[in-house]
């Protein structure tokens, strides 16, 4: 069964830090593009970062120089690091799996609430 798996999430402060995992079981994600998504009350889920399996990086606008992506292929895990929080951060964050030449994302978690107060 496959199963995308996130943690780190809770709260804290405007401009503090929050890590999150994403442990990646079920399969071999070793090639897939890894990503986070995030969901905000009454909003779409909107993209903000996804690393692909060659180390490629891309991010949302509003998180870049802020967040970082990583991923340990062998352990099966992403990461990301989100610094600089600000109360618009405040989500759900979700990670995803896009299986190599797909054009969507197909394997999703169950999300981990991030809230940042002012």
């Known amino acids: 069964q496959v199963q995308l798996v996130e943690s780190g999430g809770g709260l804290v402060q405007a401009g503090g830090s929050l890590s999150l995992s994403c442990a990646a079981s079920?399969?071999?994600?070793?090639?897939?593009?890894m990503g986070w998504f995030r969901q905000a009350p009454g909003k779409e889920r909107e993209f903000v970062a996804e690393?692909?399996?060659?180390?490629?990086?891309y991010y949302e606008d509003s998180v870049k120089g802020r967040f970082t992506i990583s991923r340990d292929s062998a352990e099966g895990t992403v990461y990301l690091q989100m610094n600089s929080l600000k109360p618009e951060d405040t989500a759900v964050y979700y990670c995803?799996?896009?299986?190599?030449?797909?054009?969507?994302?197909?394997?999703w978690g169950q999300g981990t609430q991030v809230t940042v107060s002012s």
């Open positions: 690393i692909t399996w060659t180390g490629t990086r």
């Open positions: 079920g399969r071999t994600f070793s090639r897939d593009t």
């Open positions: 995803a799996a896009k299986i190599l030449g797909a054009p969507n994302y197909y394997y």
